[in-house]
């Protein structure tokens, strides 16, 4: 298990891997318009982290937004492939993520959960209640009505490696 932080720079092997998880996305999160999870996957603000199997295979991947001067990162998507779900992939995911953005000097992740995966973010230390100062996040990610806010504060000095 491999796991890749990739954009949109054009290079075609990573291109690749970023439609294999867009589609990953289209299908785990129907609910999604998928010109929307395109647009994001694809947008030069976004980054996403791949979870590849067998040094090629895309089996999942975490797709965020940083706000550099916020310090703080939204998630947009997160999805394991069907056959791989509740494998412990998603938790390793999650831990790489963290272990990733901490390094970037960001304090707090922000997600808008679906509902069905509350249950997952609470485990991996998200909450509904939200610690972050409004001034500091409102108005610069949207509000979305399928969803529950959630938080999850990256400590400094935790070693979220696995
Ligand atoms: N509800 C409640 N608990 C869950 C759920 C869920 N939907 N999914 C996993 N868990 C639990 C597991 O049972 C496990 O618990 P345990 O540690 O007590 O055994 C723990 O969460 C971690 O499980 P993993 O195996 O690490 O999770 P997985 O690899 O399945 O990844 C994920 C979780 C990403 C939610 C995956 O199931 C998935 O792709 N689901 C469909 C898409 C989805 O719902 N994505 C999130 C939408 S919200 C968003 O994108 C911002």
């Known amino acids: 298990i491999d796991f890749k932080i990739i954009t949109n720079n054009g290079n075609h092997d990573r291109m690749k891997m970023l439609i294999d998880l867009k589609n990953i ?4 999160l129907p609910k999604m318009p998928k010109e929307y999870i395109v647009r994001l996957v694809f947008d030069r603000n976004h980054e996403s982290m791949c979870i590849i199997k067998d040094d090629t295979k895309v089996i999942g ?4 937004r940083k706000y550099p001067t916020q310090r703080f990162a939204e998630i947009a998507f997160l999805a394991i492939t069907a056959n791989l779900q509740v494998k412990g992939y998603g938790t390793r995911l999650m831990n790489k993520f963290k272990e990733h953005i901490q390094k970037q ?3 707090y992740l922000l997600t808008y959960a679906d509902n069905y995966a509350i249950g997952y973010f609470r485990k991996q230390g ?4 939200i610690k972050m100062h409004p001034d500091k996040w409102k108005g610069f990610i ?4 399928g969803g529950t806010l959630m938080e999850c504060y990256v400590h400094p ?6």
């Open 126 to 129: 998200f909450y509904q209640e």
């Open 25 to 28: 996305f289209a299908r785990q």
């Open 157 to 162: 000095n935790i070693d979220y490696g696995n």
């Open 105 to 107: 000097d960001v304090e």
């Open 61 to 64: 991947g975490i797709c965020y």
């Open 142 to 145: 949207k509000d979305y009505d």
